[in-house]
């Protein structure tokens, strides 16, 4: 990939910052990596990694002890690491940088960033504070490599601004929404398009006219209902916190429950939300949040992996029948992706064997063949709701958002 013209996307975490190269010349994946416990000198780690036409002809892996106290330290230390084993003038090479940004209110597209969107950014950082600063730090740090390079941010909760207020809005006072902005946003929207593209191309028809519900099933999950290629519904709402039981978070809780425990345990905000975001889902339930576990713990009997196995697979159920009326029954495709969408058939298969009365009818054969990256129809031809599995792929996603937001498209 040396000399030729670039695009780099990152992912700043709270104390990550993930990164992947693509060459546009022709477009292709090159290098990809993430710099871990940044501000953890003794455990700062890069790990990185190459495809086999982006090695001289075969794949690499590198893993490298190196201390960055900060974001801007380790976009300078990932600097040094490309110069010296994917491009000495990589600098020059770039010509944009896409970036992913968990929340950005009511924005429905990527944008060019300026002291306008940075601002919107900051603005919406009161409701995901675990997230947008370090977006913000991801973004500062490329601002001081890539000077005078278009840089523009995708938001996870761009795709779900097209639902319909009666879809977001929550049965509160209505000033809570015009003053604090308290509604449904959606999250995982990057990948909920994405899917939707590609289940598109899958049946055949142009996006405008394509009606799925797009499952991204992994350690946080969610579902979203599209017509005519947009959203009209999503399980996650105001936080990644609501719908779906998920590895750690409880999903979908009668909110009198959150006042009781606070009151009975004399819990803090902050201990409250740790309970419900770090220490429930399918981890309170049965002592693991790895569903695999969770699976072979069912197997053997055990009460509560039965318990977690069940609850988790009938909430994914009632939300695709949910999203089947919200769509008013016309339904071309369920899609499943993302970790636990993409890899167990047997998930999809208890999801999906109850369901065929409602069309959607399972090829047993296909679904068990079709995991480890695998993209294809699991149903059978004749089933009148088509089943895709689709590997989701949100840095290319944003790859692709980016190009067209700075001008490069094409």
């Given amino acids: 990939m040396s000399g030729a013209a670039k695009l780099l996307v990152l992912n ?5 910052l993930k990164f992947k190269i693509f060459g546009l010349e022709p477009f292709a994946a090159g290098v990809s990596g993430m710099f871990d416990r940044i501000g953890d000198a003794a455990n700062c780690t890069l790990k990185a990694s190459a495809a086999a036409d982006a090695a001289g002809g075969k794949g690499r892996k590198w893993e490298l002890k190196i ?5 801007v330290g380790a976009m300078q230390n990932i600097m040094e690491f490309i110069k010296e084993n994917v491009s000495s003038g990589f600098a020059r090479e770039v010509v944009a940088v896409g970036h992913r ?32 600063p370090p977006g913000l730090q991801g973004i500062e740090a490329a601002e001081s490599v890539f000077r005078g390079v278009p840089q523009v941010a995708v938001f996870d909760t761009a795709f779900h601004q ?32 994405y899917l939707v593209e590609q289940a598109a191309e899958m049946l055949g028809k142009p996006v405008s006219e394509t009606n799925v519900i797009t499952c991204h099933l992994g350690n ?18 105001m936080t990644p916190l609501e719908g779906l039981l998920m590895g750690t978070r409880c999903g979908d809780v009668d909110p009198a429950v959150v006042l009781h425990i606070q009151k009975q345990l004399k819990l803090s905000i902050q201990d409250t939300d740790t309970l419900l975001n770090k220490k429930s889902g399918l981890l309170g339930l049965t002592g693991s949040n790895d569903l695999r576990a969770v699976i072979d713990g069912a197997h053997r009997g055990e009460p509560r992996s039965v318990l977690g196995l069940a609850m988790f697979v009938y909430r994914v159920q009632k939300y695709i029948g949910a999203y089947t009326a919200a769509l008013l029954g016309k339904v071309d495709a369920v899609v499943f992706s993302a970790g636990i969408g993409e890899n167990s058939s047997i998930i999809r ?21 079709t995991v ?39």
């Fill in 101 to 132: 940004i968990v929340h950005g209110l009511e924005i429905s597209q990527p944008v060019l960033l300026n002291d306008k969107s940075i601002a919107k950014i900051r603005e919406a950082a009161v409701l995901a504070p675990l997230h947008n």
């Fill in 220 to 237: 946080g999950s969610s579902i979203a209902a599209v017509r005519g290629g947009q959203c009209i519904d999503t399980t996650m709402g």
């Fill in 162 to 193: 097209t639902m319909p207020p009666h879809a977001y809005m929550y049965g509160l006072p209505y000033d809570m929404y015009e003053k604090h902005k308290i509604r449904r946003y959606g999250f995982h929207g990057t990948s909920h398009q």
């Fill in 372 to 410: 480890g990256g695998k993209q294809g129809a699991i149903s059978v031809p004749a089933s009148p709701v088509k089943l895709f599995v689709i590997p989701t792929d949100e840095e290319l996603a944003i790859a692709h958002q980016t190009l067209k937001a700075s001008g490069r498209a094409g």
């Fill in 349 to 369: 298969g208890l999801i999906l064997e109850p369901l065929k009365g409602m069309g959607m009818v399972l090829d047993p054969a296909a679904n068990a063949a």
């Fill in 67 to 71: 201390p960055a106290k900060d974001h």
């Fill in 12 to 16: 700043a975490g709270s104390s990550s």
